[in-house]
C-alpha cells in the first residue's frame, strides 16, 4: 500500500503565496509522475501541474505563470509553490502518484491523496 499525505493548506488573501508539500509512503519501489490537481465547489477535478521522474513538467493553463512544481526523489515528495494566488483558486487541492509498488514493480498504479484545502479571499 501506498499513502499520500498533504500539507500546507490554509486561508490565505488574494495576491499572497502559499506552499504545499505532498509525501509519498509505503511499499514504494518508484515513482512515475508527480502532480497537483484541484476541485472547487461545484465543478469537474482539474489538472494543476505534474511533473514527470525526469523532470518534465505541465501546468493547467489557469495557474502558468503563478505556480510551481517541483519534487524531491530522495524524500517522495511533491511540492507546490503557490503565487499571486487569486480567489478562483479555492478549492480542494488533491496530491496524485503513479507508482510502482515492490509487489508490482512494472505496472504503475495511481494513488491520491485525501486533499488539502485552499481558500483564498478577495
Known amino acids: 500500500q501506498v499513502q499520500l499525505v498533504e500539507s500546507g493548506g490554509g486561508l490565505v488573501q488574494a495576491g499572497e503565496s502559499l506552499k504545499l508539500s505532498c509525501a509519498a509512503s509505503?511499499?514504494?519501489?518508484?515513482?512515475?509522475?508527480m502532480g497537483w490537481y484541484r476541485q472547487a465547489p461545484g465543478k469537474q477535478r482539474e489538472l494543476v501541474a505534474v511533473?514527470?521522474?525526469?523532470?518534465?513538467?505541465d501546468y493547467g493553463d489557469s495557474v502558468k505563470g503563478r505556480f510551481t512544481v517541483s519534487r524531491d526523489n530522495a524524500k517522495n515528495t511533491v511540492y507546490l509553490q503557490m503565487n499571486n494566488l487569486k480567489s478562483e483558486d479555492t478549492a480542494v487541492y488533491y496530491c496524485?502518484?503513479?507508482?510502482?509498488?515492490?509487489?508490482?514493480?512494472?505496472?504503475?498504479?495511481?494513488?491520491w491523496g485525501k486533499g488539502t484545502l485552499v481558500t483564498v479571499s478577495s
Open positions: 509505503g511499499s514504494i519501489f518508484s515513482i512515475n509522475n
Open positions: 511533473i514527470t521522474s525526469g523532470g518534465s513538467i
Open positions: 496524485n502518484a503513479n507508482v510502482n509498488t515492490v509487489l508490482s514493480v512494472w505496472a504503475g498504479m495511481d494513488y
